[in-house]
T-cell receptor, first 115, second 116 residues
Framework: DQQVKQNSPSLSVQEGRISILNCDYT??????FLWYKKYPAEGPTFLIS?????DKNEDGRFTVFLNKSAKHLSLHIVPSQPGDSAVYFC??????????????FGQGTILTVHP | GAGVSQSPSNKVTEKGKDVELRCDPI?????LYWYRQSLGQGLEFLIY????????KSGLPSDRFSAERTGGSVSTLTIQRTQQEDSAVYLC??????????????FGAGTRLSVL
């Protein structure tokens, strides 16, 4: 079962506009959410995260919004730049247990920002 | 090293052969994770090592998969009697202690395994 879902396999945006990437989850035990960015032939790199005690976290051009009641989070990139073109993965983790860093990932969304 | 290093970067093997994939974590990181990404899928957790604790093997898909971490540093993921469905990119990540969900995981570039 896919506990973290990114239903849009791809997104195309014009440079300067806003990119909105969406992610849904089903496991109510998830309490920490992350976004990773991946360029071809490289490993994923951490972008931004949010704890379930918050509903928004902002870092420069990147903002993550969390709607716990809807089990939905989104990543906003504004303004979008061509260098933002990459695969974006949503990930989640749950408290408890001993594998603190065990992440559950979505399938990824390919973002293309056109000049 | 500066980052997580994985080798080989690409591996092509025949069905039924055994393969070994290697991961060198960031120096000083005590937690190490293996994930894999099959075509069209997200990253799938395989196994987690933290210090001297028993590894969390809950994500290993079958008993053909095993991993070890010698000396608390380098890790080897072994797949025995490879099958075509094992074809995927195998990613290794490490973090400083693995005892906080707030720690960032740093990923290697992965090993692309193709089973013919």
């Amino acid at each position: 079962d896919q506990q973290v879902k990114q239903n849009s396999p791809s997104l195309s945006v014009q440079e300067g506009r806003i990119s909105i990437l969406n992610c849904d989850y089903t496991n109510s035990m998830f309490d920490y959410f992350l976004w990773y960015k991946k360029y071809p032939a490289e490993g994923p790199t951490f972008l931004i995260s949010i704890s379930s005690i918050k509903d928004k976290n902002e870092d420069g051009r990147f903002t993550v919004f969390l709607n716990k009641s809807a089990k939905h989070l989104s990543l906003h990139i504004v303004p979008s730049q061509p260098g933002d073109s990459a695969v974006y993965f949503c990930a989640a983790s749950a408290s408890g247990g001993t594998s603190y860093g065990k992440l559950t990932f979505g399938q990824g969304t390919i973002l293309t920002v056109h000049p | 090293g500066a980052g997580v290093s994985q080798s080989p970067s690409n591996k092509v093997t025949e069905k039924g052969k055994d393969v070994e994939l290697r991961c060198d974590p960031i120096s000083g990181h005590t937690a190490l994770y293996w994930y894999r990404q099959s075509l069209g899928q997200g990253l799938e957790f395989l196994i987690y090592f933290q210090g001297n604790s028993a590894p969390d093997k809950s994500g290993l898909p079958s008993d053909r998969f095993s991993a070890e971490r010698t000396g608390g540093s380098v890790s080897t993921l072994t797949i025995q009697r490879t099958q075509q469905e094992d074809s995927a990119v195998y990613l290794c990540a490490s973090s400083f202690t693995g005892t906080s969900k707030l720690e960032r995981e740093y990923f290697g570039a992965g090993t692309r395994l193709s089973v013919l």
